[in-house]
């Protein structure tokens, strides 16, 4: 890993392959090895000819980890995203996100059009849309001395995912609180840039692809069949889908 700094603060990133550039932003509780590592995704764009750009996002694996909410508003996580551009004199790259990386991917493409060539925003969908989401249950469940009880299947599996992935509970407790907050759904009509929008048919924490996409200009959607939210990420249809929509 090497590291650069962002708003205060050092962040690891690495870089593999060699070609045309993509940048990649992965999901909350996640880190870069396990969203695009042991998806096979570095694989799979290494062959397809893509210098990879990936990054530990704040809070998250060997980055600094913060326990302030306000740390964690995605338009201060675009901004990383910048950042790191600018440390490797990139002046501009194929953007892709999952979940939450999707999330910082819409906004950073639309507060920094000029830095991002195509944009793909997957495991998100209509639910980005939703106001007053509640993020106490999840919250409640990260700061727990106490996992038996959690309740609730959502809440489980993202203190399970973060124990896994040995993550600052604290740190990503903050984060969720953040990113639960209305999406700037505002800044969607605003994007200029091509977008293709990726949701597991079965994912019932993004909601469906298409009427997220609707509020893009020009933006795709792609349903991956018979996945969920965390099947979704690696699979083969969506990598599928990406290739032919990079090619375009």
Same mark, same amino acid.
């Given at each position: ?48 000819? @893509? %210098? ?5 996002? @704040?809070? &998250? ?5 913060? &326990? ?18 600018? &440390?490797?004199?990139? *002046? ?22 000029? @830095? ?10 209509? @639910? ?18 106490? *996992?038996?009880?959690?309740?609730? *299947? ?38 200029? %840039? *091509? ?19 609707? &509020? ?10 018979? %996945? ?21």
């Amino acid at each position: 890993m090497q590291y650069f700094e962002s708003d205060g603060l050092k962040l690891a990133y690495r870089v593999e392959g060699v070609g045309a550039p993509i940048l990649l932003v992965h999901g909350f509780a996640s880190t870069h090895q396990v969203n695009w590592i042991a998806t096979s995704w570095t694989r799979t764009l290494v062959e397809a000819g @893509r %210098r990879i750009i990936m990054a530990d996002g @704040r809070g &998250h694996g060997a980055s600094d980890k913060p &326990h302030d909410v306000e740390d964690y508003a995605l338009e201060a996580m675009a901004g990383d995203v910048v950042a790191l551009l600018d &440390h490797l004199g990139e *002046p501009g790259v194929d953007l892709m996100g999952y979940s939450m990386g999707g999330m910082v991917s819409l906004v950073a493409a639309a507060m920094y059009p000029e @830095r991002f060539d195509r944009v793909i925003a997957a495991g998100v969908g209509e @639910r980005l849309l939703d106001k007053n989401k509640d993020a106490s249950a999840v919250v409640d469940a990260l700061l727990t001395d106490d *996992p038996a009880s959690i309740k609730g *299947p959502a809440a489980k599996l993202f203190r399970t995912f973060a124990e896994q992935n040995h993550q600052d509970r604290a740190a990503l407790a903050a984060c969720f609180e953040a990113v639960r907050a209305d999406f700037p759904a505002e800044l969607l009509p605003h994007i200029t %840039r *091509p977008v293709l929008i990726v949701a597991g048919e079965t994912d019932d924490q993004a909601g469906p692809a298409a009427p997220l996409a609707a &509020h893009i200009p020009g933006a795709q959607a792609y349903t991956v069949p018979k %996945r969920d939210h965390m099947k979704t990420v690696g699979d083969r249809a969506y990598k599928e889908a990406v290739l032919k929509f990079l090619a375009e």
